[in-house]
């Protein structure tokens, strides 16, 4: 008996080794941090930001009768704003992969590799997956990493994130996949991998690997609520299947060819389904058709429910602009719809968003908005707009919606790219401009503390605390 008790603990030991070493629960991530950290690099950008100060001591609020006679006393004003951030290598002449918000506006961009810097050019930028690709400027040759498969990664996997976080260079920290397919209102082709690896400011386009070496993801967003400023175990990261398309259209290309079908969409409600007699929730509701798109072409129209696209089935309405996009520019491809109680099928040459009417219109737009720094705060702004109200279902009309945060910032770490500022000291603010001259009038009454209301990237209302210097 004790001889059998003695063979079945030997048994359950090998069993457990074995499990130990197949890299389910590793007993060490030094060899793999040690493999994969030359291919990691530090990204560090300047700009120079313009702004104009008035010569008075007093300002007049927006819409003042006096306002324009007064701005030729305004006096444009030049500093250089800095930011960091992280990146990585995927091939040996020096393509490098991080995130656009990290160079977006750069004056110049400095990759440091192994305590070595090097001056680096922007090949292609993608705002909408918020990636970009730049190549540094040298013949060196240097030490690369491959995508790995993010299809293939699961929910409870081992990770490990490599980046710069507030400018600590080679920083490594290990979590799980906690979460996959997460749509966080970030973009119109939200798709990320949830993860618990430490995430903090400056690990923005930083790579994501599995326990292979690969890369699966790219670090983009974290959640940091209340008056933290950093990880509480939730970040985000890019798939690199979603990923490795937009890099290699940016590379052969300089910019990016998405598919574009040319309607305008909403959610399916429990409602709507069972008005029109549809089993269940699904689908996109087509709101409206753009004049001679794709979509008009076929015969789609307003009040059609696309259920299915190019074979790949419509669940929500936020997954048909990813398999749309996703899906070749040219492809004649088949679309289900359900309009009048009944399944109907219509065909349609596929063409690319980036030459359609509604594409150039929104970047037109773009360029036209004015944008407002906020010198106190070191923080720049721009209006709240329709697009925004409409693209985040926000039930606000005014604000400032914030495009940039300086790593100098007393709220770098509180405040995040799209967030919008409603409120500050209970004052509702209006615009961008009445922003600023809020803030303004505050500091010259002296009060260093404020209290701004903000609607963050999760449309969740908070409050934020900071005391200026």
Do not use: C
């Amino acid at each position: 008996m004790r001889f059998f008790q003695k063979t079945l603990l030997i048994i359950v030991l090998f069993k457990l080794s074995s499990y130990s070493n197949a890299g389910a629960v590793p007993d060490s991530f030094a060899d793999l941090a040690e493999k994969l950290m030359p291919s990691v690099v530090n990204i560090s950008t300047t700009q120079t930001v313009r702004t104009t100060s008035n010569q008075f001591p007093f300002q007049f609020p927006p819409g003042h009768p006096f306002e324009d006679m007064f701005k030729d006393f305004q006096k444009p004003t030049e500093r250089k704003a800095s930011s960091l951030g992280s990146g990585f290598i995927i091939k040996e002449n020096g393509i490098v992969i991080t995130n656009n918000h990290v160079i977006a506006g750069a004056d110049d961009i400095l990759v440091t590799v192994n305590s070595k810097a090097y001056k680096a050019k922007v090949i292609g930028a993608d705002p909408y997956m918020d990636i970009a690709v730049l190549k540094m400027e040298t013949k060196d040759k240097f030490k690369s990493v491959d995508f790995g498969d993010s299809d293939k990664a699961r929910v409870g996997d081992w990770v490990v994130a490599i980046g710069n976080p507030f400018g600590l260079g080679g920083t490594v920290t290990s979590g799980i996949v906690s979460a996959r397919n997460r749509d966080i209102g970030m973009t119109r082709y939200d798709d990320f991998i949830q993860t618990d690896a430490s995430i903090n400011q400056g690990n923005s386009g930083g790579p994501l690997f599995n326990l292979k070496g690969e890369v699966v993801g790219i670090n983009t967003a974290i959640i940091a609520p209340g008056q933290s400023s950093g990880s509480i175990g939730i970040g985000f990261a890019i798939p690199s299947n979603a990923a490795s398309k937009v890099i290699d259209q940016l590379i052969n290309y300089g910019e990016t060819r998405r598919g574009w079908l040319g309607v305008r969409i909403q959610e399916v409600t429990k409602e709507i389904a069972e008005a029109v007699e549809l089993k269940k929730p699904q689908g996109a509701l087509v709101a409206s058709v753009g004049e001679k798109s794709p979509a008009d072409k076929a015969g789609v129209k307003a009040g059609d429910i696309i259920l299915k696209f190019d074979g790949k089935t419509i669940d929500t309405m936020r997954t048909l602009p990813k398999v749309v996009a996703n899906t070749e520019v040219g492809k004649n491809v088949e679309i289900q719809i359900w309009r009048n109680k009944k399944l109907l099928t219509k065909k349609l040459k596929l063409g690319r968003l980036e030459s359609s009417e509604e594409f150039k219109e929104k970047k037109s737009k773009q360029k036209k908005t004015k944008e407002f720094e906020i010198e106190k705060l070191k923080i720049t702004v721009r209006d709240l707009n329709k697009e925004d109200i409409s693209s985040r279902d926000l039930k606000i009309t005014k604000g400032a919606v914030i495009t940039e945060v300086s790593s100098s910032s007393p709220l770098n770490g509180q405040l995040n790219v799209n967030d919008i500022i409603i409120e500050v000291k209970r004052t509702p603010i209006t615009n961008s401009s009445d922003l600023k001259n809020l803030v303004d009038k505050i500091v010259k009454q002296g009060d260093k503390n404020l209290l701004l209301l903000i609607i963050d990237n999760n449309n969740r209302r908070r409050y934020i605390g900071v005391k200026l210097k």
